[in-house]
């Protein structure tokens, strides 16, 4: 069996998958929500699908029975909120239905079921985080640890990478026909740390200083980095798999 989406799986192809050892569903969370003007609204939801797939790759390599789960493309969305396109659930809802996916993914036989997201705003983060944390066999890589935020790149460890150099990378990496190349050319840097302006407890990306929806240098993102970070948010996931697994680390892991 090649494929990698669960979706595209016929029932017979699960029975056999779920036989195998350590049957591990990779969930992908994202969200809907406006990534200035150069990018789509599903990004985060990209993001995650295309971390889920390099890492699927991964662990079936490594014997483990990976599939990735059909995307949830629906979040806490309250920053972008004054941009046109941004759909949010309550942090009630979103933790809900995750964990009610967590706890269908585990009786239906998975022995892990895996929740990678890319939308950080911390309500969502703090639903998702939640979620996993009631399920029993469920795991969370969260890239905002100290452990994983420090292996991506230097935009996103500064905070300003939404809509920036590091988003832009990676879908350019999974998706380069739909980031708007003629505009990003054009916008100018915003270097406005996020992390800082949540901390002084500002709401919204344009009281945080955005006029158009976007941080960090836009102009600056390649493919090449993107699949550099894809990488390494796949040793990421793959990493946390094996550490929930009992499974020895692999040499080059992150360390705690």
């Known amino acids: 069996m090649t494929l990698l989406h669960l979706a595209e799986l016929a029932t017979t ?36 699908e295309h971390a889920c797939l390099r890492a699927a790759a991964e662990l079936r390599a490594q014997g483990l029975a990976a599939v990735v789960c059909p995307t949830l493309s629906y979040g806490v969305t309250r920053y972008a909120s004054e941009f046109a396109g941004a759909i949010s659930l309550s942090a009630e809802t979103t933790r809900a239905v995750v964990r009610e996916l967590c706890e269908a993914y585990r009786a239906a ?52 990478c939404h809509a920036g150099s590091y988003e832009t990378s990676l879908v350019l990496a999974a998706r380069p026909e739909l980031v708007r190349d003629d505009v990003r050319a054009s916008l100018a840097p915003v270097p406005i740390s996020l992390s800082k302006a949540i901390r002084e407890g500002k709401v919204t990306f344009k009281a945080m200083g955005s006029e158009r929806g976007y941080f960090g240098s836009p102009s600056l993102g390649s493919a090449a980095e993107g699949n550099e970070l894809y990488d390494r948010l796949a040793l990421m996931i793959v990493t946390e798999v094996r550490e929930s697994l009992g499974l020895r680390s692999l040499d080059g892991d992150a360390k705690p």
Not at 24 to 47: F, K, Q, Y
Not at 119 to 133: M, Q, S
């Open 109 to 160: 036989g998975f022995e892990r079921v895996v929740v990678v997201n890319n939308h950080l705003e911390p309500e969502h983060v703090e639903a998702l985080a939640a979620a996993v944390a009631a399920v029993q066999g469920a795991v969370f890589p969260n890239q905002l640890t100290k452990r994983w935020g420090r292996t991506l790149s230097e935009e996103f460890r500064r905070g300003d």
């Open 13 to 48: 192809d699960v029975e056999a998958l779920l036989r195998q050892p350590h049957p591990v569903a990779l969930l992908p969370v994202g969200s809907t929500e406006p990534h200035g003007p150069h990018l789509p609204l599903l990004t985060d939801a990209l993001l995650s």
